[in-house]
């Protein structure tokens, strides 16, 4: 099994940055793909953006692209999330997921495991 922990959420204003990680521990894949996710209040859960576990390749929603970077460190287990000139509709749960797919997958039903999420905030 495979465990995640997401960190790195808070509050920021308008233009600001933060930079979430995601911490994995537990049995480890020979592939598979690392991916964030984020849901407001009363929306559904939507993709933000995606990395291969050799980190060889990413995959970014329209939304935030040019904005956040997702990276990876194979040697700490851990995947990041740069998000840069926040807006307030960046304002979510941010959840971390994995899938055991080789191409990236866009629907939250293809990811298996998931991490409890971190609140990120953006203030105007």
């Known amino acids: 099994q495979v465990q995640l922990v997401e960190s790195g959420g808070g509050l920021v204003q308008a233009g600001g940055s933060l930079r979430l990680s995601c911490a994995a521990s537990?049995?480890?894949?020979?592939?598979?793909?690392m991916g964030w996710f984020r849901q407001a209040p009363g929306k559904e859960r939507e993709f933000v953006a995606a990395?291969?576990?050799?980190?060889?390749?990413?995959d970014y929603a329209d939304s935030v692209k040019g904005r956040f970077t997702i990276s990876i460190d194979n040697a700490k287990n851990t995947v990041y999330l740069q998000m840069n000139s926040l807006k307030p509709e960046d304002t979510a749960v941010y959840y971390c997921?994995?899938?055991?797919?080789?191409?990236?997958?866009?629907?939250?039903?293809?990811?298996?495991?998931w991490g409890r999420g971190t609140q990120v905030t953006v203030s105007s």
């Open positions: 537990g049995r480890t894949f020979s592939r598979y793909t």
């Open positions: 990395i291969s576990w050799t980190g060889g390749s990413t």
């Open positions: 997921a994995t899938a055991q797919y080789y191409s990236f997958r866009h629907s939250p039903n293809d990811y298996v495991y």
